[in-house]
């Protein structure tokens, strides 16, 4: 059901742009000398970029294409027309997710798969997913340009409703369950529907479902969405793995008293304790060592009036590190706190498990062959965690994987100020290609 | 429009054992010696009490009589009975209020009044406003009793629609604003509604006012809805004044953030910094000499999501104290801690104030009257501040008031849980009939 995306008449001066550059990058090509290995159009990757945006981008820099919605087809018809211009095989597979293929020269070789997703959440940002999305094709382009046949077939993958819950990426896996067929999502589609609208068979899902070892290798290049990187003053970052999450609801009881007529000395007021354990809970997770991260997102005091001593505060807690070990010994400390808090304010804290996530590490192959990459195109880069969920944390069934991250200006993401330079997404698109070439060359 | 009450036929056993404690009483009088001065009839005064929850009475020992409910019509007949019953002559005035008069032997002596209010809030007690009113009742009833006629007229108030906003007693003194007409009470009728149904005219509500200097003074009974009597084994409260109270809206300003992406250091979280400023607000009331409190009520952290650091909270900040001046130390000592925090945690921590009671001391005289009379009967006694406000700081426009306190269980108040032992209420009784009597040989 995919169709070319129009390209003249449809797209404007940004995308004759585009085709002007390309064409000068190939004559380029013809008379220059030809670099070995190659490097990609940093203008291109940057015009793909751009172009994007005609398809749900906001006035104010940002974009709103919804998983499902019309945006999002007209985004992957425009995708699915750059795969083509790079000489992949276009498909979309049973779960919705578009997938560009080429062959591989080894008939016995595994594919390695790169891409991202293309849609955001509403008033969101230009970057997320979509430099990553720009990146593989720009990196298909680039092989195609200069010829470059591979031993492993190339995959290339939009995932389908990266921003609703990993859906693609989670049903390649096969973990989605039955019942998230009908959550309405943001476009107003349930994902029922909405997988049907992309190409996909909300009835056979399940054998979208790939098996562990079936590809050579994952890579994904994502925006930061922290400032880790800016801060540092860091060109790529070599991630070590995606985070692993648990989440508590976290309640604390006192007493609820007249705010007028009990005495301070009298008092076991609940949201005092629990003002102590979110000093505690920063404390705990800012000087131990390591990168882990505790975060007091909600609170709420019960009753919740200005004259009334809170008896009650629901709150939660959420810890997330690199190592699920790491976790319980962080959440122990913390749990710790709590209870010297209980005998000190004479209340108790109770904790309720309510979500999980595990960690998922990369490949230290993949870390290695990124962090080389990088480092022979002379970049400055750092290892880090991956401190929010991506697409790769599932492919992570499937295989070794590996992420490079470009930085996110002042860490904002999810919001139309997320910003990336253009000189930031062509040394990400350029560790990418130089990557998959290694991978190639190496596996 | 109000009628005797049908004692007889309707009130079923608690109203005859009442009335034969009553004949016994009158008995003991006629045969035993006459005390000097009268003390109450415990048991009648308790009785009384629990007539009372024949209006409202809820199956868990609490009270629903809503201000100008059913309920609180009926409650004020059974009151007017018994007004009646004590020799006074009932009127209702235009502002609803239920008032009952005995004259004096000094044609030029103003009146002295007591009473309190019948009105529950939803799922009250059975003891707030009713104990002061029963007591009222049984200290006209007592002077009938023993014959004794006073220099200065006694009024006896029952004040109207005490919990939602003091309406009788404010109307009093002309502090009630035509807006507050219009809106709808807990019962679902109108103030204006309620008013007529009670009796008054809201439409002449204006003459309801009553001249500063008009009045001997007030004295009120009322259980203390605190712990600090029942802590620390004492009888009688004499209440030195009714606290003064500021509200602030509190709006600590940080960074948003994603909590899986920002590392530790790099944060700017709103709610830690609220969490500072929690404790700081808690630690100056309770460490600064004086008997201020200091509570934050009401606590929000925006966006509010478990995986979003905070980037802003909304709470509040209620200071009260007998004296706004020290109202205004303690706030300006949490303000210099707020400037603390805003450096520590670069963050910005706005206040707003929102809401404003003043003060409303006990005259001396009363406080020393009271204490007095606590003292002759051999009741231990304290002084101390009226956390809660009261219709008697509306009446401290009109003349000197005093209050007497009497403990409550637990400090618990607004619940059915609220409960003062028929002792307490007895020696509350004792100490308001003691201290008119005072009053009126001394004034």
């Not at 998983?67 to 597979?93: I, K, N, P």
């Not at 890579?219 to 400032?227: M, T």
Request: charged share 25%; hydrophobic share 40%.
């Amino acid at each position: 059901m995919l169709t070319d995306p129009p390209i003249e008449g449809r797209q404007g001066l940004g995308r004759r742009d585009f085709l002007k550059r390309s064409a000068a990058a190939a004559v380029a090509l013809s008379t220059g000398p030809r670099p070995q290995p190659p490097t990609v159009d940093a203008s291109r990757v940057n015009a793909i970029l751009a172009d994007f945006r005609r398809f749900g981008g906001t006035g104010d820099g940002g974009t709103t294409r919804l998983a499902y919605s019309d945006e999002d087809l007209a985004g992957r018809d425009y995708a699915a027309g750059l795969m083509r211009r790079a000489g992949l095989e276009v498909s979309t597979d049973l779960a919705g997710n578009l997938i560009g293929r080429r062959p591989g020269t080894d008939p016995a070789a595994l594919p390695i798969i790169t891409g991202s997703h293309m849609d955001s959440v509403p008033s969101g940002g230009s970057y997320d997913g979509q430099v990553g999305s720009a990146a593989a094709f720009e990196v298909a382009l680039t092989l195609a340009d200069h010829d470059i046949a591979l031993r492993h077939p190339l995959e290339v993958i939009i995932f389908q409703n990266e921003e609703g819950g990993k859906t693609g990426s989670r049903a390649l896996v096969g973990r989605v369950y039955p019942f998230e067929l009908d959550i309405v999502t943001a476009s107003g589609h349930s994902i029922r529907d909405g997988i049907a609208r992309l190409g996909g068979d909300p009835a056979r899902l399940a054998e979208a479902r790939r098996d562990p070892g079936s590809m050579a290798g994952f890579l994904e290049l994502h925006i930061e969405q922290g400032a880790l990187l800016e801060a540092g003053g860091i060109e790529i970052g070599v991630v070590e793995g995606i985070v692993g999450i648990r989440r508590w609801n976290v309640t604390v009881r006192g007493a609820q008293n007249h705010a007028g007529t009990t005495p301070m000395p009298l008092r076991r007021d609940a949201l005092v304790a629990a003002a102590d354990f979110v000093r505690a809970a920063n404390e705990v997770a800012t000087t131990m060592p390591g990168r882990q991260v505790a975060t007091v997102g909600r609170i709420e005091a019960v009753p919740g009036a200005p004259n009334v001593v809170p008896g009650e505060v629901r709150a939660t807690l959420e810890i997330r590190d690199l190592a699920m070990t790491k976790i319980d010994r962080v959440f122990a400390e913390i749990e710790a706190r709590a209870r010297a808090i209980e005998a000190g304010r004479e209340v108790t804290v109770a904790f309720e498990q309510f979500y999980e996530s595990l960690a998922a590490p990369t490949d230290s192959r993949f870390r290695d062959i990124v962090e080389a990459s990088a480092a022979a195109l002379g970049y400055s880069r750092t290892r880090m965690p991956s401190g929010a969920g991506h697409d790769a944390q599932s492919m992570a069934e499937l295989g070794p994987v590996g992420m490079i991250f470009v930085p996110s200006r002042g860490g904002i993401s999810h919001s139309p100020d997320e910003y990336t330079a253009p000189g930031d997404i062509a040394r990400g698109a350029n560790v990418l290609l130089r990557s998959v070439l290694a991978l190639d060359g190496g596996g």
